[in-house]
């Protein structure tokens, strides 16, 4: 997702308060997180979430069920579902048996019968009036309701296993006034009528998942919407056969700014499908919503801020941010809520890789600029890590870290090891990870098959450490050898980085070449620039193509 304006500024305030520091010791390794959440001995398969609102008026009350087909691996004698203690709990099954539970804190304990390598169906039934994660609006023109569940907010509502290491596939089966429609993850199964006086008719709505996806971006929208198909795109570049559907749904009055940014929509599903994989799901709507944030990027159903349909809709940055989400975080996702960045640091970058193929080389650099800026002036890049193993609680798990200062790195590494074993780690990492979960050392172990050497130090000094790099450069003629020397100083505040540094040389004629060179890790060093020249440069640029995440100054 992306934070809208005003929640940048509560996580600029929250980084204010974190302890320095504590960051530093981080392991060489993932670790197990601090944010709990997985099952042993069990697996969920699927969910089906039955979803009832009342025939007429806005709903106080929603009824519920929340099926889950579970894969029980170990002789476990009790499952343990998320669920706020304010749902009301009025029954539940196993294997349509009525079966004891209790509810120790947000959660439901059912009891299961003895056994060990089975397949059980946990049915609980509830209902109430949900706070938070499906979110229940009052407007003029009478109610909406949408899931917002990142990122634990899915228990609000569900019963569920709140964690993305726990992937499984999704049936909604909800009944709503016909006078609403319903968008879900998913394809549509069916839309369907009740008989009855129009008045009070409400229609049911089955959307279903053949992909398995993870509860932060299960989600429904009910509202009466306006719905614009964007038609047939990316043909052939999805993992389903056919084309990529996609429409953008709203209000009725949103109609105006329509199609807007989302013109480009299917650009974007087909580049990041050429770049990556095809495209992981069933159909991609676009959805004019409550939800707090910019934008979400629930599966194959992206929830925007409603605010910026008042507009001229979402810009293209954002469409191609969540859009390469469903990539990155959605069929590929972090198993461990610390490793976020697999899913955050690759939306920024992909989305700066649309604007390098939709608006050039310049704007690349512009935005990389604009990322590199947000993270130097961010109080948490002096204190956290971007896998920050410290993580206890998860609503902090997003901040600049994880978004600008991933992204970049990524960019680095790119000029690490050259364009053909990036993209190829990339798309050996996706092939492998996806409709599953992934770490970062599986990321890193790809990167270096394809790159055919250790990347370990680069991992350690830009994911394992806080900071950035504080270079001082300045350079020497050497007359009697036609040597260009280049010295650089690092500063002290941060352990010394091994950078890829860009010299631009502009020669005596006026010619500027550029040339790369490695700059070790180390507090002081001067290496040779590999360029040909007969006299002194004119002129020497450092980093003139903006790609070291840190401050570059000449001396
Ligand atoms: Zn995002």
Redesign the pocket.
């Known amino acids: 997702?992306?934070p809208d304006p005003l929640l940048r500024l509560v996580l600029a305030a929250a980084s204010l308060a974190a302890s320095p520091l504590s960051a530093q010791q981080a392991a060489s390794r993932d670790v197990p997180s601090k944010t709990g959440g997985s099952r042993p001995g069990i697996d969920v398969l699927q969910y089906t979430f039955r979803v009832e609102f009342p025939a007429t008026g806005a709903p106080d009350t929603v009824r519920l069920v929340s099926t889950a087909r579970v894969l029980r691996t170990a002789a476990v004698t009790a499952l343990s579902l998320d669920l706020v203690a304010a749902m009301q709990v009025d029954s539940v099954q196993v294997n349509a048996r009525a079966a004891r539970f209790t509810r120790p804190g947000d959660s439901v304990r059912v009891e299961l019968p003895a056994g060990s390598g089975d397949t059980l169906v946990v049915g609980v039934f509830h209902h109430g009036a949900p706070s938070d994660g499906l979110v229940i609006r009052r407007d003029a023109s009478g109610w909406t309701a949408f899931g917002d569940n990142f990122p634990d907010r899915a228990r609000q509502w569900l019963a569920v296993v709140d964690h993305p290491s726990d992937k499984a596939l999704v049936d909604w089966d909800v009944l709503a006034p016909s006078t609403h429609r319903v968008i879900a993850n998913g394809a549509l199964v069916e839309e369907t009528p009740e008989s009855g006086p129009a008045a009070t008719r409400r229609t049911r709505t089955r959307w279903r998942t053949m992909r398995p996806i993870y509860p932060s971006v299960m989600v429904i929208g009910v509202a009466p919407f306006a719905v614009l198909e964007l038609g047939d795109t990316a043909c052939g570049l999805g993992e389903l056969p056919g084309c990529v559907r996609q429409s953008v749904w709203a209000a009725p009055s949103q109609r105006a700014v329509l199609p807007g940014h989302f013109a480009r929509a299917g650009d974007i599903v087909a580049f990041f499908s050429q770049l990556v994989g095809p495209f992981p799901y069933e159909k991609l709507a676009h959805v004019s919503t409550s939800t707090r944030w910019g934008g979400m990027?629930n599966a194959a159903a992206i929830f925007y801020d409603e605010k910026l349909f008042r507009g001229t809709g979402p810009g293209e940055g954002l469409i191609a941010?969540?859009t390469a989400?469903q990539w990155f975080?959605d069929a590929v996702t972090e198993r461990e809520w610390p490793h976020v960045w697999l899913?955050?640091g690759f939306?920024t970058y992909f989305a700066a890789l649309w604007t390098e193929h939709a608006q050039g080389d310049s704007a690349f650099r512009d935005e990389r600029v604009q990322m590199r800026d947000r993270v130097l002036s961010a109080p948490i890049t002096m204190q956290k890590a971007v896998i920050d193993e410290s993580l206890t609680d998860v609503r902090k798990v997003l901040n600049s870290n994880v978004y600008q200062k991933a992204g970049f790195a990524l960019h680095m590494l790119r000029l690490e090891i050259g364009d053909a074993a990036f993209f190829g780690g990339i798309r050996a990492y996706y092939a492998a990870h996806r409709h599953g979960n992934a770490m970062t050392s599986d990321l890193q172990a790809q990167f270096e098959r394809a790159a055919g050497r250790p990347l370990d130090w680069f991992f350690a000094q830009w994911m394992r450490r806080p900071g950035f790099a504080e270079v001082t450069a300045s350079w020497r003629w050497d007359a009697a050898s036609t040597r260009l020397m280049v010295t650089v100083a690092q500063g002290a505040r941060f352990a010394p980085y091994r950078l890829s540094l860009a010299v631009d040389v502009t020669d005596a004629a006026g010619a500027t070449q550029r040339a790369r060179v490695v700059v070790p890790a180390a507090t002081s060093s001067t290496v040779t620039v590999p360029v040909m020249l007969d006299s002194a440069p004119a002129q020497v640029i450092f980093d003139a193509d903006a790609s070291i995440m840190g401050t570059v100054r000449s001396r």
Do not use: D, F
């Open positions: 997702m992306r990027e941010h969540e989400h975080g899913s955050e939306a």
